[in-house]
């Protein structure tokens, strides 16, 4: 089993509609999760993180955390073609060593 | 606060040669990752560095590779007698880590400069 589990895609969102992004992973002593937007040809760049069970909102964006199914998710609201994109869930573990998953690519239809 | 800058951007190379990238992290953040990402895959951990300490290195490293930081502040990702198949991008992230228990396993975040794109031809 993969440490850090994304669906590839593509995901395929009307603008407008809601994405959401699944992640799953494999240490059940997880403590931090992050969410990185990585647009093509770039590097990635920090959406969110969430530490505590439940939801944490920030504008559009929503991340979700279920530690007892070792399963987080974000939530695009309104979603715009600027947020088309790859999206990676990344999971540190207990040596800080950050395991990324193979990101989901997102694209929002205009 | 210029972010976590890395050099050269791009580069080309034939097979065989031997390669530096360098990344400067943030002022002040003392740890330091470098990662492998080729395309459709994520971010593949390379090797991180507390100050000037490494404290570890990929089994997925062959012995071509080498890093170093050794005053603790910039580090240099070294591939000797490059191969078609180190062609990729090479990310460096940096963190500040005030101490045990406080660091990105407890939230603290990492930040990610531009990358590196190495072509081997």
């Known amino acids: 089993q993969k440490e850090v589990e994304q669906n590839s895609g593509p995901l395929s969102v009307p603008e407008g509609a809601i994405a959401s992004l699944n992640c799953t992973y494999s240490d059940r002593g997880s403590q931090s999760f992050f969410w990185y937007r990585q647009y093509s040809g770039k590097s990635p760049e920090l959406i969110m993180s969430?530490?505590?069970?439940g939801d944490k909102e920030d504008g559009r964006f929503t991340a979700q955390l279920n530690k007892a199914s070792q399963y987080v998710s974000l939530l695009i609201r309104d979603s715009q073609p600027s947020d088309s994109a790859t999206y990676l869930c990344?999971?540190?573990?207990?040596?800080?060593?950050?395991?990324f998953g193979k990101g989901t690519r997102l694209h929002i239809l205009p | 606060d210029t972010g976590v800058s890395q050099d050269p951007r791009h580069k080309i190379t034939k097979r065989g040669q031997n390669v530096t990238f360098r990344c400067d992290p943030i002022s002040e953040h003392n740890r330091l990752y470098w990662y492998r990402q080729t395309l459709g895959q994520g971010p593949e951990f390379l090797t991180y560095f507390q100050n000037e300490a490494q404290l570890e290195k990929s089994r997925l490293l062959s012995d071509r590779f080498s890093a170093e930081r050794p005053k603790g502040s910039f580090s240099t990702l070294e591939i000797q007698r490059t191969e078609q198949g180190d062609s990729a991008m090479y990310l460096c992230a940096s963190s500040y880590d005030p101490g045990t228990g406080r660091g990105p396993f407890y939230g603290n975040t990492i930040y990610f400069g531009e990358g590196s794109w190495l072509t081997v031809v």
């Open positions: 969430i530490y505590s069970n």
């Open positions: 990344a999971v540190p573990n207990r040596d800080d060593k950050i395991i």
